[in-house]
């Protein structure tokens, strides 16, 4: 009987496993979901007057946090990273930046990301794809 249920037990936690590794997709849009994270691949660059970075072998960690509100942009390669840049849903899949006094584009979906950002002569740059 034990040997039973050790058997059905393993079963069981290799069925969960199984289900949510599949529930995970590539393909989730960060406009459509409260939390989100993905990394995209591409070219990113970085410049602020004296530090110039830029790779067409880089990658963003994007993090959509705090109700679905505010996102955190990682860069590899020594880039700075942009934190809790808040938006706005307005419409299908269109995020209005809230409150910035940057020069700022961003576009984000489930395949790709487009960053232009320009604050305090500071510029943050990326075209990646998922």
Same mark, same amino acid.
């Given at each position: ?37 993905? &990394?995209?691949?591409?070219?990113? *660059? ?6 110039? !970075?830029?790779? #067409? %072998? ?35 899949? &269109?995020?209005?930046?809230?409150? *910035? ?6 576009? !984000?979906?489930? #395949? %790709? ?18």
């Amino acid at each position: 009987m034990k040997n039973l249920m050790k058997i059905f037990g393993v079963l069981v936690l290799v069925m969960f496993t199984a289900i949510s590794l599949s529930s995970c997709k590539d393909d989730d849009d960060p406009a459509d979901n409260d939390f989100f994270a993905g &990394t995209y691949k591409g070219s990113v *660059s970085f410049n602020d007057g004296s530090t110039n !970075i830029s790779t #067409n %072998d880089g990658s963003v960690f994007v993090t959509k946090i705090a109700s679905g509100t505010k996102y955190n942009f990682t860069f590899s390669n020594g880039i700075p990273d942009l934190n809790g840049l808040e938006f706005q849903k307005t419409g299908d899949n &269109t995020l209005v930046m809230v409150g *910035s006094n940057a020069l700022v584009y961003i576009r !984000i979906d489930n #395949n %790709d990301l487009n960053i232009v950002y320009n604050k305090d002569g500071k510029t943050w740059t990326a075209d990646c794809t998922r």
